[in-house]
């Protein structure tokens, strides 16, 4: 399934700090959630193929992709639900499906179930949702943000390139990592890179994780059997506390299942998705 050129055109302002957005095709809407290290660009193989359909609406997080990085922001788990929701209300979206991704998933879900907002259904990819979460390496830069945010360009480079393709099953080409790698390049992307790590917690997710079966619209929870990051048995756990949810392993394909096993992913959502009238 080949990519297509993303681009993230619109701007919404929120709390002073721009987020940016775009919107494609026609149909019920559909609002995709990106999760870390990534961006909205983690959908490109899957956008199009959903906009032939539904009407999609994508965003970079607060501190992600190409909305705004500053220093000392706030862009924790805590803020980015509050984001989800007033996106919801400027895009005028009132019972959207939503499909999210990794910390994307935990957004949703506080979306959903802390700040009210009705899905038409929603689908998990491979999402933060239950504890234990966090990598050794999260752990650590958890302690020392500083001392990595100050590191050299090349090595953070190379500590970044080596993290994310850690996300897939199969290996990554250079040229397929770079969109992933740019937004964290640079003074303000290393910075911002290290930051949203520091801003990791588990509280987040304790929050919600005894209300899942409070959750009021179809769910489909979607996992990379060779998911390193999060294990398979998290998703078995997601699913079982949702009654009626459906659970879909996805072979040969890790973290990043959008890279790994993107056809499957499409053929999963137009199962599970409700029909266009």
Known sequence: MKSVQWTVPESFDFNGQSVRFGVMGDGPPLVLVHGTPFSSYVWHRIAPHLAAWRRVFYFDLIGYGLSAMNEGQDISLGVQNRLLAELLRHWDLEHPDVVAHDFGGATALRTHLLNGCDFRSLTLVDPVALR??????????????????????????????????????????????????????????????????????????????????????????????????????????????????????????????????????????????????
């Open 132 to 277: 234990p979460w966090g990598s050794p390496f999260v752990r650590h830069v958890r302690r020392y943000e500083a001392a990595f945010a100050g590191l050299p360009p090349q090595i953070h480079e190379a500590i970044l390139a080596a993290y994310v393709a850690g996300a897939a099953h199969r290996r990554l080409t250079a040229e397929e990592l770079q969109p992933y790698l740019k937004p964290w390049i640079g003074p303000v992307g290393q910075s911002a890179f290290y930051r949203q790590i520091a801003q990791m917690d588990e509280h987040y997710t304790a929050e919600v994780e005894d209300r899942y079966a409070e959750i009021r619209c179809p769910l489909l929870v979607v996992w990379g059997e060779e998911d390193a990051w999060l294990p398979i048995e998290q998703g078995r756990n997601l699913a079982a506390r949702v009654p009626g949810s459906r659970f879909l392993p996805v072979a040969r394909a890790a973290h990043l299942v959008q890279e790994d096993a993107p056809e499957a992913l499409v053929a999963a959502l137009l199962d599970f998705l409700p029909r266009v009238a």
